[in-house]
């Protein structure tokens, strides 16, 4: 069956031209971000647990995670915590197979304490964390549609689309450097760098602005003295990290809620205001290129938790961006492309609805001399479109 592909050329300014762009991404540790990780750590556990004992991945989805605050009291040297974070794991999951019971909900709890303590190392997970699984089971009609069909394709769990764009814009890029930068790099040098970090970027014409809200994690920060040194140690960096990008003018402002006199500041026990001061639930966040993007057209579906066999909330979101990115990369005279994949639920996962692809040529390009070869990608990227499924799977696809 022939795909219903449609290519357009877009007639608009260039987002790089455009006087005001806005870029933000909520980094590991935000409470938005948490509760996403969450999420993807137990559909990837589940995964796993399905394969090993049955050799196919069951029904689940657990996108609908919470994150709430708990209480504590930071201070300079070490504070502590007062009441814990309270985590609430819900969504639906395979219970039952073939007349065998699966510990569903332990495995979810696990995934969510495993990964919890990789990314806030400070966390007492004994003492400061609560976890509350309530997963139930999904509906009769979406286990149906989602039953495995040797040699046939999935078919699709919802009438749902996906968005993707590439390639990204140099704000774009700096956002995505510096997190990485963060958290890869920089905190193993300066440990009192916490884990709940967001990055705000605006460009005005040629000028941007960097916000950025870095928790400190008070036992290895002594006093106030020590805090502004960290914010001045930021600063440089981050201004080095997007030098590297970009010849425009880069200003950066870190923590600019701190009341220095008052010694009123960002200062945490474990790295994250959900200790105290900060909700977050399941696709309040990134899109799943890792950023928020309001220049960008966007799907407001939550990427993570989803199942990657059929849910086309995952699925599309993560193809979209893929086929976005491999069109710039090997098709010449592209300055911008946007995809937009549109499901019918109980139809095949390759075959959309509509694939809406909208390029924006690069001047003196014309649509119609390389309307083919994006075409012949786009077609390739949704016959191959379990390769996403067996990508998120192996844990070789990020989610937010």
Known sequence: MKRNIQIEALDQIPLEKQRIELVERKCLGHPDSLADGIAESISHALCKTYLEEFGVVLHHNTDQG?????ESRPKFGGGKMIRPIYVLIDGRATKQFNGITIPADSVAVEAAHTYLHKILPELNLNRDLMIDCRLGTGSTDLRDVFKPSQGKTPRSNDTSFGV??????EVETIIRNAAEYIDVKLRK????IGQDIKIMGLRDGNTITLTIACAIVDKYCADIKEYQEYMVILNEEIVKIAKKTTKRKVVVHVNTADNIKKESVFLTVTGTSAEMGDDGSVGRGNRCNGLITP???????ATSGKNPINHIGKIYNLLSTQIAQECVRKVDGIDEMYVRLLSQIGQPIDQPLVASVQVLPQCGIKLKDINGDILSIVDEKLATVTHVTESVIRGELKTF
Do not use: W
């Open 66 to 70: 919470e994150v709430v605050a708990g």
């Open 164 to 169: 993707g764009h590439a390639p990204f814009s």
């Open 189 to 192: 040098k300066y440990p009192a």
């Open 295 to 301: 220049n960008r057209p966007m799907s407001m579906e």
